[in-house]
C-alpha cells in the first residue's frame, strides 16, 4: 500500500469512526446531529472512493457530487445547533442543487446525451474546495450572529456547544484554505510532487485528529443536546434578559413546531427543560412571557390544537387521536379539550365538517 493509500484509509477510518460514535447516541440526540453524521460519513466515503477507482475510473468521477454535499451538511448542521430557524425544506434543496446538478451532468454524459462533459473531471476537482469554503464561510457568519446574541448578556460565558462549532468552522477554513493554496501552487508550477494529493489527505488526517482531540477534551460537545448557557447565579435570580428570552424562545418554538415534542405523553417541566438549555425556574419564566401560560396549559394547548387538526384530517376515533396527540387518558384529552375549544371533541369534529363529509358515530365516540 502507498503512503497516499495509506493516508486515505487512515482518515476514512477517523471519519467512519465519528459516524459511529454518533450513532450510539440515543435517538433525540442522534436526530440533532443527523447533518454533522452525515458529514462525516460521506468524508469517509469519498476517501474510500478515492482509495477504490482512479481517476479514469466512472467511480471516481462520483467523487465530486459527493463532495459538494459537504459543505451543505456542514452548514445545515452548524444551523441546526444555532437558535435561529431551522432551514425548510426548499432552502435544503436549494443548499444541495450543486450536487444534484453535477451527478445529473455524469448520468447525462455517461448515458451518451451528452456528447463531451460540460466540464472536466479535473478541473470539477479543483472546484470542491472553494464551493465548500463558501458554505463553511456562511455557516460561520450565521454562528458569529448568535455569539453577537449571547454578548447582550453581561458576564454570560460562551456556551460550550458555541464554543465547539467556532473551533469546527476556523479548522475547516483553514484546512480549505491550505487546499486552495495548495492546488494554486501546483497548477502554476510552484510546486511539484509525485502525487498530487497526498499533502492534501495528510492535512485532512490533521484536521481531523485536531477534531477529535477537541471532542476528547469536551466530550459534552457530542453527548448533549442542548446548549446551555451557564449564567452566574447573580444573573439566574433576575430572570433571563430579553434577549435571552428571545434566543430561548426560538429554541422553543422549533422543538414544538419541528420535533413535536408534545406527543411524548411523559414530557415533563424538566425534560422540556433540559431540551431548550435552561433550568425549570427559567424555563416557566420564559413560558409566561413568551406565552403568557403555565407549563401545563402550554403543552394541552400544543396537544388541543394537534388534535383538532387530527379531528379533521382523519377519521380515528376520539380516543386514537387522544393517544396520537400526547394525553395519558381520555379523561385527560376531553378536559382540556372543552376548556380549550369549549365544546367536546365528537361535538367539535361535527361542527368543523361540511354535511358531506359528517363522521359516522363510531368513528367520533361518545360525545361525553
Not at 49 to 75: C, E, N, Q
Not at 155 to 166: I, Y
Not at 324 to 347: D, E, I, M
Request: with cysteine.
Amino acid at each position: 500500500m502507498s503512503f497516499q493509500d495509506l493516508i486515505l484509509a487512515s482518515s476514512a477510518t477517523t471519519c467512519l469512526l465519528f459516524a459511529f460514535l454518533l450513532l450510539s447516541l440515543e435517538h433525540k440526540l442522534r436526530k440533532s446531529s443527523r447533518y454533522l453524521l452525515s458529514y462525516f460519513a460521506l468524508i469517509g466515503l469519498v476517501q474510500l472512493v478515492d482509495i477504490a477507482s482512479g481517476t479514469s475510473d466512472t467511480l471516481h468521477l462520483f467523487i465530486v457530487p459527493m463532495a459538494l454535499m459537504l459543505g451543505p451538511l456542514f452548514y445545515l448542521y452548524v444551523g441546526s445547533q444555532s437558535p435561529n430557524q431551522t432551514a425548510s425544506q426548499r432552502q435544503r434543496c436549494l443548499l444541495f442543487l450543486p450536487a444534484g446538478l453535477f451527478l445529473l451532468h455524469i448520468v447525462l454524459v455517461k448515458t451518451a446525451v451528452l456528447t463531451a462533459p460540460l466540464i472536466a473531471h479535473k478541473t470539477a476537482l479543483l472546484v470542491l474546495a472553494p464551493a465548500e469554503l463558501v458554505y463553511v464561510i456562511a455557516a460561520y457568519f450565521r454562528l458569529k450572529q448568535t455569539s453577537q446574541l449571547l454578548r447582550q448578556t453581561p458576564g454570560a460565558p460562551e456556551p460550550v456547544k458555541l464554543s465547539w462549532l467556532h473551533s469546527l468552522c476556523h479548522l475547516n477554513m483553514l484546512i480549505l484554505v491550505f487546499e486552495i493554496i495548495y492546488h494554486i501552487s501546483h497548477s502554476t508550477g510552484a510546486l511539484s510532487v509525485a502525487h498530487s494529493r497526498v499533502f492534501i489527505n495528510t492535512a485532512l488526517q490533521l484536521f481531523l485528529l485536531l477534531i477529535a482531540w477537541h471532542v476528547i477534551r469536551s466530550p459534552e460537545v457530542i453527548y448533549t443536546e442542548q446548549q446551555r448557557l451557564a449564567v452566574r447565579k447573580k444573573y439566574q435570580k433576575s430572570g433571563l434578559t430579553p434577549a435571552l428570552s428571545a434566543y430561548y424562545g426560538r429554541k422553543l418554538d422549533t422543538l414544538m413546531n419541528d420535533e413535536q415534542l408534545f406527543l411524548d405523553s411523559e414530557l415533563t417541566l424538566s425534560t422540556l427543560a433540559e431540551r431548550v438549555g435552561l433550568n425549570q425556574h427559567n424555563l416557566s419564566q420564559l413560558l409566561n412571557e413568551h406565552v403568557g401560560s403555565r407549563y401545563h396549559d402550554y403543552i394541552n394547548g400544543c396537544r388541543v390544537r394537534h388534535a383538532a387538526e387530527l379531528l379533521t384530517t382523519t377519521d380515528c376515533s376520539v380516543e386514537e387521536v387522544a393517544y396520537r396527540s400526547g394525553f395519558g387518558t381520555r379523561a385527560a384529552f376531553y378536559a382540556a379539550f372543552k376548556k380549550h375549544y369549549q365544546l367536546t371533541p365528537a361535538k367539535w369534529r361535527t361542527q368543523s365538517q361540511r354535511p358531506d363529509r359528517l363522521r359516522q358515530s363510531n368513528s367520533t365516540g361518545p360525545d361525553e
